[in-house]
C-alpha cells in the first residue's frame, strides 16, 4: 500500500478541538480519554490526529503541517461557511481563526488555518512550476507590496509588513505619483489586514475606507477578488 503521513499534534483540549473541526466538516475517526486524552479527524484525503496535554499553550505553539490538495478555492469557501455558521462570523485573528486565500510568489495559492489548539494548518495549491521564490521587484510598490506579504502572510511578522506599507505609501514633496489604482488597493487591503492581527479588527477600518473610495473598473476588481472578499471578512469582525 501506498504510504500515508498523519500528522499528530498537540492541544490542550480535545473536545474543544473536535467541536472546530466539525464545523469544518471533518468527521470524527477516533476519541478516547483514557491513559491519554486522544482524537482523529478526517475529511476526504486531510486526516490528523492529536493529542491532549494540559500544559500546552495555544498562543505559543509553532506546530504546523501543510496539506496539498487540487481544490483549495473549494476547502476555502466550505471552511469559511463552516465557521461562518458556527460562529457568527468568519473569525479573522486571534483562535480559531482562518487566513485570507492568495496566490504567493512562490508558486502555491494558499490559505492558513490555526485551529483553538494553535495548530497552523496551512493548505494549498501549486499554480507555477517552481517553488523558489522570484526575485525582489525593483518597482517601489510592487517591491512594498512583494516584501509585506512575505513578512505578514509567511512569517507572521505583522509589525514588520505595515511598517512597509506605511513608508511605500508615505509620499513627501518631490515623490512619484504614487501607485496605480490596483497596487494602491493591494497595498491597502494588505495594511488592513496587518491592523487587525496587530490591534484588532475594528483597526482595519480605516484602512478598508481608503480602499473602497479607489475606483477600479471590472477587470482590476476580478483580479483582487480574494483580497476583497477578505476585506468583508474584516468588516464583518468590527463588532
Keep these: 500500500m501506498a504510504e500515508t503521513v498523519i500528522p499528530i499534534l498537540p492541544c490542550p483540549s480535545i473536545d474543544e478541538l473536535l467541536d472546530f473541526y466539525k464545523a469544518l466538516g471533518f468527521e470524527v475517526t477516533s476519541y478516547q480519554t483514557v491513559p491519554n486524552p486522544f482524537c482523529g479527524v478526517r475529511l476526504r484525503g486531510i486526516e490528523l490526529q492529536f493529542f491532549g496535554m494540559k500544559s500546552h499553550d495555544p498562543a505559543t505553539s509553532y506546530s504546523t503541517c501543510y496539506v496539498l490538495t487540487d481544490d483549495v478555492d473549494g476547502l476555502y469557501a466550505s471552511f469559511r461557511a463552516g465557521l461562518k455558521a458556527t ?3 468568519v473569525p479573522t485573528r486571534g483562535l480559531p481563526r ?14 492558513l488555518m490555526t485551529d483553538p489548539g494553535g495548530n497552523c494548518i496551512r493548505i494549498g495549491q501549486p499554480i507555477g512550476d517552481s517553488f523558489a521564490y522570484p526575485p525582489v521587484p525593483k518597482e517601489r510598490y510592487a517591491r512594498a507590496l512583494h516584501q509585506a506579504t512575505l513578512l505578514g502572510e509567511s512569517k507572521g511578522d505583522h509589525a514588520a509588513a505595515a511598517r512597509i506599507i506605511d513608508r511605500a505609501l508615505d509620499h513627501g514633496p518631490g515623490d512619484d505619483a504614487g501607485p496605480a489604482p490596483l497596487q494602491l488597493v493591494r497595498l491597502l487591503l494588505l495594511r488592513a489586514e496587518m491592523a487587525a492581527q496587530l490591534d484588532g479588527s475594528h483597526a482595519a477600518a480605516p484602512w478598508l475606507d481608503r480602499a473602497d473610495a479607489v475606483e477600479l473598473d471590472d477587470a482590476d476588481r476580478e483580479s483582487v477578488r480574494d483580497a476583497l472578499l477578505r476585506a468583508a471578512d474584516l468588516r464583518a469582525g468590527e463588532g
Design 87 to 89: 460562529y457568527g462570523k
Design 98 to 111: 482562518i487566513g485570507a486565500l492568495k496566490d504567493m510568489a512562490y508558486g502555491v495559492r494558499q490559505f
